[in-house]
């Protein structure tokens, strides 16, 4: 649980690097990747506190971990639609969040919009989407790891 609490702190800081330092702006499925990443980090944070052995803080991860990788899969489809394919550009997050009720704000946030797929930062040719995608991977691969070494 340290390795997820870490990494998903890891992952957090990095975004506000590059919200703040390097200037991104976050769009919708970017946001909810990163709200995805904090519920990782909270679980694994409550599981080290109440110092469980309980297979329930894995399994949450893991499902945390899966809804996070369709949102970054969902963003790195969007990123490789034809630029004539891809769906207009929305309103501004804090615009949304200022306009719309919770379920329709929801809503926008996993269907993302035309910014969704703009890569403004890559590594080694993976856009952050994929990057993202990994790392939900990972985090899905240790809370199985977890699972299996609870269960026997």
Not at 11 to 26: I, R
């Amino acid at each position: 649980m340290l390795a997820t609490l870490l990494g998903s702190a890891f992952l957090l800081g990095a975004a506000e690097v590059f919200m703040h330092v390097q200037l991104l702006e976050p769009c919708l499925l970017c946001v909810s990747q990163q709200l995805a990443f904090f519920a990782i980090g909270l679980v694994a944070a409550i599981a080290l506190a109440l110092n469980s052995p309980s297979s329930v803080f894995p399994a949450i991860i893991g499902i945390v971990s899966v809804g996070g990788g369709a949102l970054a899969a969902r963003q790195l489809w969007l990123q490789s639609l034809p630029a004539d394919e891809v769906p207009a550009c929305g309103a501004s997050f804090e615009y949304l969040v200022d306009v719309l009720p919770l379920g329709e704000l929801i809503g926008a946030m996993i269907s993302g919009t035309g910014e969704c797929a703009e890569i403004d930062w890559s590594l080694f040719g993976i856009s952050m989407a994929g990057w993202a995608l990994f790392a939900f991977a990972c985090f899905l691969i240790v809370s199985v790891y977890a699972l299996r070494t609870r269960r026997s």
